[in-house]
């Protein structure tokens, strides 16, 4: 009796250790409300609206202890629409992230799957779309340089450093997957952070080739309608720094990107087919001023104004975007918000070109040169 119940003990105790060292969390965030567009392809509408802020998702995460600071991790994040119910990301069960690899304390993780590239990673959480106050609705023209997180990597790995006293750094490189086409349809990516205190800096650069023809699973989808890409560029290339400084409640930051496309032979945005492009190549440079302030634990402002400066290399034509978004939000808990947001964009020097205000999250493209999203709603973490 007594080498039983010892037996029941001992193997109580390394399950409870085994336990002790994996893990597995369900984790999510639903995004839900009502939107009001002034114009979209002509019209204006009222709509239920998903993700106007953060695109709804759940995922799973987990790691197991390894030992000696070395842990196996993985997560799987699908997107979905909550509105309707629909997978997001082009029907991908696990579209937003997908990886496995393993993390050292001392050295850093190393991770394979499909998963953000840099200027994700390390430049996006400067900007207001991408610190997740602005949001999708913040995004600069067309999400030109992936800040909001338009499209993800395929096929690629990635390595992220450990925290170097505030200075983080790490790279990203995704194959083409295609025999006798090493550098058909890849992709690769670096950056770096910094954080100290109320400082914040970072830089970050991303380079897509895409080559031309059917470049199917590779590092990004060959077509714009599958939930990856915005452009389909024989190349895209992506480079840019920020900086943001708290004082006391308020921060305000600075971001400049510059974003080159060679070749666009098309291009979807807001599920509407964006003429003016012709296979030329193009040019967005986006400068932005953010700012967020605490006006008491549960309530913040947020603002932020981006000059955006285009050029098509063929017709040396110049638009130029302007785009201003304000948001007020409302936590009813840690895990619950309620917000009311509202983006204006114009385009000027547009005439010739065919590029019209296109707010991410409206709908469609405005028919003019302008347009107003209006929307509020609320979001839940789990």
Wanted: without cysteine; glycine residues 14%; proline residues 2%.
């Amino acid at each position: 009796m007594k080498k039983t119940l010892f037996a029941l003990a001992a193997l109580g105790a390394f399950s409870a250790a085994a336990q002790a060292q994996s893990s597995v969390a369900l984790y999510g965030l639903i995004d839900a409300g009502v939107a009001y567009v002034n114009n979209s392809g002509g019209n204006s509408n009222w709509a239920a609206a998903s993700g106007m802020v953060n695109g709804s998702r759940w995922g799973l995460e987990g790691s197991e202890d390894l030992g000696n600071g070395l842990k196996a991790v993985f997560k799987l994040e699908n997107g979905f629409n909550i509105a309707n119910g629909k997978l997001g990301q082009g029907g991908r069960e696990f579209g937003r992230q997908a990886y496995v690899g393993l993390s050292s304390a001392q050295f850093g993780t190393l991770t394979i799957g499909r998963q953000y590239d840099s200027v994700v990673d390390y430049l996006a959480p400067l900007t207001l779309n991408g610190s997740g106050y602005g949001g999708v609705m913040a995004s600069h023209p067309y999400d030109n340089d992936n800040t909001n997180n338009s499209f993800r990597i395929n096929n690629s790995v990635k390595y992220s450093s450990v925290n170097y006293n505030g200075l983080s750094f790490g790279a990203l490189y995704g194959f083409s997957n295609k025999a006798g086409g090493f550098s058909d349809n890849r992709a690769y990516s670096f950056g770096t952070s910094y954080n100290n205190g109320p400082l914040s800096l970072a830089a970050a650069y991303l380079q897509i080739n895409r080559g031309n023809g059917n470049l199917a699973g590779g590092a990004l989808d060959s077509s714009t309608s599958s939930g990856d890409a915005i452009f389909l560029a024989s190349r895209q290339r992506v480079f840019g720094v920020g900086g943001s400084y708290a004082f006391g409640p308020a921060t305000v930051g600075l971001v400049w990107t510059h974003t080159q496309l060679d070749n666009v032979a098309s291009a979807n945005f807001n599920s509407t087919a964006i003429s003016g492009f012709n296979g030329q190549g193009v040019r967005f440079d986006n400068y932005e001023i953010n700012a967020k302030y605490a006006l008491t634990p549960a309530v913040s402002l947020a603002g932020a104004y981006t000059f955006t400066d285009g050029k098509l290399d063929a017709t040396g034509k110049k638009p130029k975007w302007h785009t201003v978004t304000l948001q007020a939000d409302y936590h009813l808990s840690k895990r619950t918000d309620v917000y009311l947001e509202g983006t204006y964009q114009k385009v000027a020097d547009n005439d010739g070109t065919g590029l019209n205000a296109a707010i991410n999250g409206a709908g469609g493209v405005s028919s003019t040169d302008s347009q107003v999203m209006v929307g509020t709603g609320i979001r839940h973490r789990f």
